[in-house]
C-alpha cells in the first residue's frame, strides 16, 4: 500500500547485477535448506495470467502464503478482460481498458504484481517486443514480476540455475546442452532464452542443438554471447544433438516454435513433421558427462523424452520443479520483503 | 457461522438512512487516512462472480484480507453454474439450482456473500427488477452485498462520494455533471443511477447530459428527485454537454446503453453511430469551476475522453478507483466487523 | 512440504476401517457442536476441478481457512490444461502433461491434493476404473482427497451418514429408501454409490428405487450387500417407489445417468422422457415413518421434489450441505492435522 517512488520489477535477469544474480540464488539454496523468514506479513501479491498456468500458479501462490502474505489470483479466461498495451491510441476495438490504467490502479490494491502476459502470437517481430510486460513494468507503482513473456522467462531460469548450482556446484567450465525437443505443440522460446543468458552468466559452455529453422531470437544470442565473453563461459550452435550432449553435464530439452515460421500454422506444422526424432533417450544421455536431465515441464512423455530417463536417477526435472517454491521465496523476499 | 436472525443486506444506497450513509463516508476517509482496524479475524466473504471484474475483484478481496477476514472466490465462468430466480416455477430448464438454495447453502460455510448478477440484457423492464440480487438478500442468512446490478451499483457510489467529499469538501451546492461518452460497448446505467441518487442526497446541483435516446430509468429519476427536494439540491437533464459542464465542480464520464434500444443490438448500435462527439476534452472541462474529472473505468481512452484530461492534474480517476478499497473497508466494518 | 513416505489417501470410504469411519462422524458431530482445533496453521491444500462445483469447493475453503490453513483452488476451464492419466503411452494427444509429473509436482508445493474429475462420459466401462483419481493417488507424496469421481463421491456420503446420525441418533436397523429422480441433466451415480455402502456399513435397511434402465454398478452393488452381511443391515431394489418409501425413516433423491445407455445421448434422453413421474412429493413422503427427505444437490425444484417437501419441516438438505462443512473439517484434521 506504499509504492515505492521507483519500483523494483524481475522482467527478465538483465534486470539483475551478477552480484544479485548470485545472492538471490545462495539465497535460494539457503531457503531449501533452512526455511525462509516469514518476510510478507500483511503484504499481497497480484498474480494476472492471461494464459494458463500450473506449476507457476501454484507454487507462487503456496509461495507467497508460506511467507505469511496473501495471493490474488485472476485468470483472463474467467475474470476479467483484454487490455490495450499501446499508447496514444483511440481505444474502439476489443480491450476496453489500458494496462496503464490497469497497472495504476492494482497497485493501489497490492504490493506487488506478478504477470503472466498472453503473446498474440501472429508476428514474432511483434511479439518479442514484449510491449505487454513493459506496460505493466512502466505504469505500475510496485514490483512487476514477469511470469512469462514471448521472450523471457525470468523464474525458471533462476529455478534452472539454482538446481544445477544444487547438483552440479560450481558452474564454471561445465557444460550444458539444450536439446530441442518435438512436440505437437511447442512452446515459446523464452525457457531457452533466460536459460540461455544466465548459463552463460555463470560461464558454462552451453550447446544448443536445434533443427535447422528453429534459430532462437538473435538479439538473445548476441546478449548470451556477450555474457560469455564476461564469464569465460562459451555459446554455441549445433544441428547435431548428439554433438550438442557429447561431455555434457547437463541435458536439458525443451521444445519451442520456430521463429522463422512464427505464425504461420500450417508451416509451421510442416516444418515440425520433419523433426520426428528429436527426443531424449538414454542413448543420448549416454554421450554426457555422468549427465543429469534437466526439463522446465509440462513434459510429453515418450514423445520429447522416453519414461526411462524421466523417471530414471539422473532426472532433475522434480527438483527444477521444487525449486520454483524456494526460488520465489527468495525474489519475493528480496523484493517485497520487511 | 452464527448469521443473524436479519441480516443487514447492501444492496443500493436507499437500504442506508442519511446519517448511515455520512457514517460510511466518513469511517472511509478515516481509514483512508488512519487505517483500519482489523475487524474480520476468523470471517469470511464469499463473492460469486456471474461477470468478469478487476477493480471489485481484486479491491474486495485486498479489502478483506487487510482486515485479516478470508475472501472466497467464484466465476461463474469456470466454477460453477446458472442459477434460477424465479419462485415457484418446474425447473426443467437450463439452471440446476435455484439461488434459494445456494443461498441458504452458502450462508452456512461464509460470513457474508458479494454478488456480481448478470442481466439477461434481454428486457429492461426484467433487468431493472433486480431479480438476482434480490432472491440472494431474501434467502441468504448472512448480509448481501451487490456488486453492481442491472439497476444499481452501490460500492461505485460511496467511493465516488467519498472522492468528491475528500476533493470537494462539503457537498451541498456544488455541481455535478454527468455526461455519457461513446464507447462501442457501453456499460449498464448502474454505476450512473447509484451516483445520481447519492450526489441528490448530498445536495449536489446535478446535471445529467446525454444524446437524445438515452434517457435514465423513470423510477431512478423519481427517486433523486425527491432525495433533491429534502436535500436542497438539485437534477436536471439535457442534451447538450457544455450546458451540463459550464460552471460544474466535477465532469463525471460514462458511457451506458440505450434503455429504449435495450436488447435490440443493431438499433442500439445504429443508434450509438449517431452520438461520436460524445466525449470528454480540455475544451469542455474549461467551462467548469476548475472542473475534477472523474470515471468509474474501466475508460476507452481518447473515445471517452482524451489523454489530456485523463493524465492530467484534474483527473480524480485513480483516487476514485483505489478508495474502492477504503470505502469497502467501511462497509465491511460496518456490516460485519466485530 | 514434508510429504509422508507413504500418504493416506481419501478415495473412497473402503480406504477406512470401520472403526476408523465411526471415528470421523464422532468428530464431524463433535465439530458442530464445540468447534474445531485449529489443526492446520502453516498448512496448504490444493483443490483442482476438472468440473465446476458451488458447495465443495467453498465448504472445502471454508474448512481449510476456518482451521488456520490456506486453499489454492484451480479450474481447469480457466486455469490450467488436460492431464494424461494412462501410463506409458505416446503423448501426442491432447493432453501436455501426465498426472504423474503434476502429483508430483504438486505434492512439493502443499500439503493435500483434493481433486475432482471429469470423467470422460463415454463408457461406464471405462469411467467406472477411476484412473484420474487412482493416478492421482499413485502418483502424489501427500493425502489425495477425492472430490466426486465416476464412482465414489466419499465426503458426500460423510456428510451424509453424519446427517443422519444426528437426526435420527443410531442407524442400525433404521430405513433409508433411495429414490431416483427425473432431471434433464442426471449426475452420475457417484453420490448414491457411496450412501448406498456407507448406510450398508452401519447397518441400515437400504431400498433403493429407480426405473427400469437405471441399474447401479453391479461391484458397488456386491460391496454394499456385502457390508450389509456384516452390520447385519439389507440391501434391496425395486423399480416401485412407493414400496421404497414404506417405513423409511430417510428419503433420499438422486438423479443419476443410466449406465445402461451411459454414452448415448439419444438413447438416454428417450429413455429418460418415460420417467417423468419420478419425483417426491408429500404422498410419497407420507408413506414413510416420520421419514425425513434427503438430497446431496443441486436439486431441481418441483421436477425432482416440490417446494412443499423440500422447504418443509421434515427436509434435512440445509443441514446435509452444512454437514459438509463440519464433516470436511473432521477429514483434514485426520488426514492432515498437526
Given at each position: 500500500m506504499t509504492p515505492t517512488a521507483s519500483p523494483r520489477h524481475l522482467v527478465h535477469l538483465g534486470d539483475l547485477e551478477q552480484s544479485e544474480l548470485e545472492d538471490w540464488i545462495?539465497?535460494?539454496?539457503?531457503?531449501?535448506?533452512?526455511?525462509?523468514?516469514?518476510?510478507?506479513?500483511?503484504?499481497?501479491?497480484?498474480?494476472?495470467?492471461?494464459?494458463?498456468?500450473?506449476?507457476?500458479?501454484?507454487?507462487?501462490?503456496?509461495?507467497?502464503?508460506?511467507?505469511?502474505?496473501?495471493?490474488?489470483?485472476?485468470?483472463a479466461a474467467s475474470d476479467f478482460w483484454d487490455l490495450e498495451a499501446r499508447e496514444g491510441v483511440v481505444m474502439d476495438g476489443r480491450a476496453p481498458e489500458h494496462i496503464r490504467d490497469a497497472a495504476a490502479v492494482l497497485s493501489s490494491y497490492v504490493d506487488a504484481l506478478a504477470i503472466r502476459p498472453a503473446p498474440a502470437g501472429h508476428s514474432w517481430e511483434l511479439d518479442r517486443r514484449d510491449e505487454g510486460i513493459h506496460a505493466w513494468a512502466m505504469h505500475a507503482r510496485v514490483p512487476v514480476i514477469n511470469m512469462e513473456s514471448a521472450l523471457w522467462h525470468p523464474l525458471q531460469a533462476l529455478a534452472d540455475t539454482m538446481t544445477m548450482r544444487e547438483s552440479l556446484g560450481a558452474l564454471a567450465g561445465r557444460k550444458l546442452a539444450i536439446v530441442w525437443s518435438h512436440a505437437p505443440e511447442p512452446s515459446s522460446p523464452a525457457v531457452v532464452h533466460s536459460l540461455l543468458v544466465a548459463a552463460a552468466r555463470f560461464g558454462m559452455n552451453v550447446s544448443v542443438a536445434h533443427p535447422t529453422g528453429y534459430e532462437l531470437?538473435?538479439?538473445?544470442?548476441?546478449?548470451?554471447?556477450?555474457?560469455?565473453?564476461?564469464?569465460?563461459?562459451?555459446?554455441?550452435?549445433t544441428s547435431e544433438r548428439e554433438a550438442a550432449a557429447k561431455g555434457a553435464h547437463v541435458v536439458y530439452a525443451r521444445s519451442w516454435r520456430s521463429i522463422e515460421h512464427y505464425g504461420n500454422t500450417t508451416l509451421a506444422a510442416s516444418q515440425r513433421s520433419r523433426t520426428a526424432g528429436w527426443s531424449v533417450d538414454e542413448a543420448l544421455m549416454k554421450l554426457g558427462e555422468d549427465a543429469r536431465f534437466m526439463h522446465a515441464m509440462p513434459i510429453r512423455r515418450n514423445l520429447e523424452v522416453t519414461d526411462e530417463v524421466l523417471d530414471g536417477p539422473r532426472s532433475l526435472t522434480l527438483t527444477q520443479a521444487e525449486n520454483r517454491l524456494h526460488s520465489q521465496k527468495a525474489v519475493l523476499t528480496r523484493l517485497l520483503g520487511r
Open positions: 545462495e539465497l535460494s539454496l539457503s531457503i531449501k535448506r533452512s526455511g525462509a523468514a516469514p518476510a510478507l506479513p500483511g503484504r499481497s501479491l497480484g498474480m494476472l495470467f492471461f494464459r494458463g498456468s500450473l506449476r507457476t500458479r501454484t507454487s507462487f501462490e503456496a509461495a507467497v502464503n508460506q511467507l505469511g502474505g496473501h495471493a490474488i489470483n485472476m485468470s531470437d538473435g538479439e538473445v544470442i548476441r546478449r548470451a554471447k556477450n555474457a560469455a565473453e564476461t564469464s569465460g563461459g562459451t555459446v554455441e550452435f
